[in-house]
């Protein structure tokens, strides 16, 4: 079973509107954070957003804030007043206390392609 | 300099070749990651040093090398490789607390011919 799922390959939004990226996870872990990333054409990826899994309320970041519903598993970015800047993937990941590599490893989702329309 | 870099941005490669990949982090952390990034998959973890410590490497081929001279610098040794690997290699940093955030690279684009 996947880890993180990210159901929208693609998504379209008007400059200056709000757009929500969805992202559901898997985890039998009570202690875990989850993170979202953003990687423009360039290549870099672009830390955004993080929630640990017992910070009660949603993560936000300028622009940027965590929809975090924990019970359903779910954990979906918004961006709030979209610019053509923000076109690009991003991606969701997670980081699980009891993971392998030492709870170092980050697993990520497919990616959800945004581009963002003048 | 500040982050993450990498050197070099873009590489083309026979398969006989042997060739180095270079992370730098100026953020002062202390774990340092190597990612593959192929089309149409998610980002795949390679290794991960802590305290200059190998901690993982998740099964990846012998064909694949790291070295961690320093908490500040991550090589990855590359030789004999297939096309099969040409990817985006990235390169990440955070401190060794396993809540912390990654930063990543701008990452090495991969061709093996």
């Known amino acids: 079973a996947q880890k993180i799922t990210q159901t929208q390959p693609g998504m379209f939004v008007q400059e200056k509107e709000a757009v929500t990226l969805d992202c559901t996870y898997d985890?039998?872990?009570?202690?875990?954070?989850l993170f979202w990333y953003k990687q423009p054409s360039s290549g870099e990826m672009i830390f955004l957003i993080y929630q640990g899994s017992y910070d009660e309320q949603n993560a936000t970041e300028g622009r940027y804030s965590l929809n975090f519903q924990k019970a359903r598993k779910s954990a979906n970015l918004v961006i709030s007043a979209s610019q053509l800047g923000d076109s690009a993937m991003y991606f969701c990941a997670m980081r699980e206390l009891n993971s392998g590599a030492g709870s170092y490893q980050l697993t990520f989702g497919k990616g959800t392609k945004l581009s963002v329309i003048p | 300099e500040t982050g993450v870099t990498q050197t070099p941005r873009h590489l083309v490669m026979g398969m006989t070749n042997k060739k180095s990949l270079k992370c730098e982090q100026h953020?002062?952390?202390?774990?340092m990651y190597w990612y593959k990034q192929s089309a149409k998959k998610p980002l795949e973890l390679m290794f991960v040093y802590s305290l200059e410590e190998r901690v993982e490497n998740n099964s990846v081929p012998s064909r694949f090398s790291p070295e961690c001279p320093n908490s500040s610098h991550l090589f990855l040794h590359l030789h004999t490789l297939q096309p099969e690997d040409s990817a985006l290699y990235l390169c990440?940093?955070?401190?060794?607390?396993?809540?912390?955030?990654?930063?990543f690279g701008p990452g090495t684009r991969l061709t093996v011919l």
């Open positions: 985890t039998s872990d009570q202690s875990y954070g």
């Open positions: 990440a940093s955070s401190q060794a607390g396993w809540g912390d955030t990654q930063y």
């Open positions: 953020l002062g952390h202390n774990a």
